[in-house]
């Protein structure tokens, strides 16, 4: 079941623009808050600020540390997060609304990819 992150966690993302084609969410969170899971389908994300997550989906789990001014791949996925840093998290997710096409099969990635 699609599980939508501005439902999920109204106090963490917010809608910033939205049409047809895409929609942009804002995240933002402080040391020690975390995510309900929740679904994001293919995404860039872009990283405002320097942070360090916790993500886990099932039982896998990712740690990872991501540093401001970059923009990241985020195939579509379900998980839920933590920040486990001592900074805030912001970010932007330019999430696409378009099906992927048929010939680029899903990769089976957890978190965001530099590709």
Avoid: C
Avoid at 7 to 18: D, G, I, K, Q, W
Avoid at 28 to 42: A, F, L, S, W
């Amino acid at each position: 079941m699609h599980q939508d992150p501005t439902a999920t966690n109204p106090e963490l993302y917010s809608v910033m623009f939205e049409n047809d084609r895409v929609r942009v969410l804002e995240y933002r969170d402080r040391p020690g808050d975390q995510t309900k899971p929740h679904n994001h389908p293919d995404s860039v994300m872009v990283t405002l600020s320097s942070f360090t997550r916790r993500l886990s989906s099932g039982d896998r789990l990712v740690e990872l540390r991501l540093e401001a001014g970059q923009a990241r791949w985020l195939d579509a996925q379900e998980h839920a997060g933590q920040n486990i840093g001592d900074t805030e998290t912001h970010s932007i997710f330019i999430e696409l609304k378009e099906p992927r096409p048929a010939a680029a099969p899903a990769e089976d990635s957890l978190g965001p990819s530099a590709t």
